[in-house]
């Protein structure tokens, strides 16, 4: 006996309707699965450039301090490694004004080559001053300035960054902003190297004239011990401002390519450790 055609009907839609449920879990399943497939895939890939970019500091901190290759023989440089090329940026922490050891005149100049105005260029550098003279007698109960039952110390150490200087300071994010090409804290003795110095850097030196800072920009294009020399020789009003020697410290930037359109970067700020074990110290880090 054949079932009426209402319920063939019923049927049907029901067997469509179960077979539409299952395409739809298959189609979530496998969507849920790729996705799942394509994440670990990124994660992997992210950890490869990862390796890449910190083997791009290690190796471009190798040639630079233990086989004294040049910053600009290293900068912009592009080389391969196992799973993809990275490019690195080297930068001589000497060619920049430091905020612990320049001299006011220098600190003052910078501040108004900068373009920042949050306070007065004097001012700016009477407060670094002040900051790093700083200091507080610490005496015990009952003795005297004679007796020394206490000891004087200085409380204002070194500053570890410009952000630091920024908030101790009272500048604000668009001074930071305008300070940061031309300022650092890895360059101790407070000189500027001016073979490795940027154009502003050198325009912010006082009185350094336009003739004599584009007979540097000349000269060390192509630096000899003697041009180098007679350079030095020609600056010796800037004596206690320049230097023709890189610093300690260098920042090398890594930007690193896999096999996709993805990069990884990394900064660090290093200075030779004099040591096998440990070749080089990293002074500062960011990714």
């Known amino acids: 006996m054949r079932p009426p055609a209402d319920r063939q009907g019923f049927v049907l839609v029901a067997v469509i309707g179960i077979l539409t449920l299952i395409a ?3 189609g979530s399943a496998f969507l849920a699965l790729r996705s799942a497939v394509e994440s670990v895939a990124l994660a992997d890939e992210d950890v490869a450039l990862t390796g890449l970019a910190h083997a791009g500091i290690a190796l471009t901190a190798y040639r630079l301090l233990l086989e004294q290759q040049s910053a600009d023989e290293l900068n912009g440089r592009s ?7 990275f490019v690195a940026s080297v930068r001589d922490e000497a060619g920049l004004v430091d905020l ?13 080559a900068s373009g920042a105005s949050g306070v007065a260029p004097d001012t700016f550098a009477a407060r670094l001053f002040a900051w790093r003279d700083e200091t507080k007698v610490q005496e015990a109960p009952g003795k005297t300035e004679a007796g020394r039952g206490g000891k004087r110390s200085s409380s204002g150490r070194p500053l570890r960054s410009l952000d630091e200087a920024a908030s101790r300071l009272g500048l604000s994010p668009r001074d930071v902003r305008a300070l940061a090409p031309l300022v650092t804290v890895y360059n101790p003795d407070g000189k500027v190297n001016v073979l490795s110095a940027s154009r502003a850097v050198l325009e912010a030196l006082p009185g350094l004239s336009r003739p004599a800072l584009e007979d540097i920009l000349a000269r060390r294009k192509d630096p000899t011990p003697e041009s180098v020399s007679a350079l030095k020789a020609s600056l010796g009003a800037l004596g206690d401002s320049i230097k023709t020697e890189p610093g300690p410290a260098y920042r090398v930037e890594v930007t690193a390519r896999g096999h996709t359109a993805r990069a990884k970067s990394v900064s660090a700020v290093i200075a030779s450790a004099n040591s096998e074990l440990a070749p080089f110290h990293v002074l500062d880090w960011s990714e």
Not at 79 to 85: A, D, E, K, V, Y
Not at 100 to 112: M, V, Y
Request: hydrophobic share 40%.
């Open 24 to 26: 739809a879990l298959t």
């Open 79 to 85: 080389l391969s490694l196992p799973g993809g090329r």
């Open 100 to 112: 612990n050891g320049s001299p006011p005149d220098l600190l003052a100049s910078a501040f108004r």
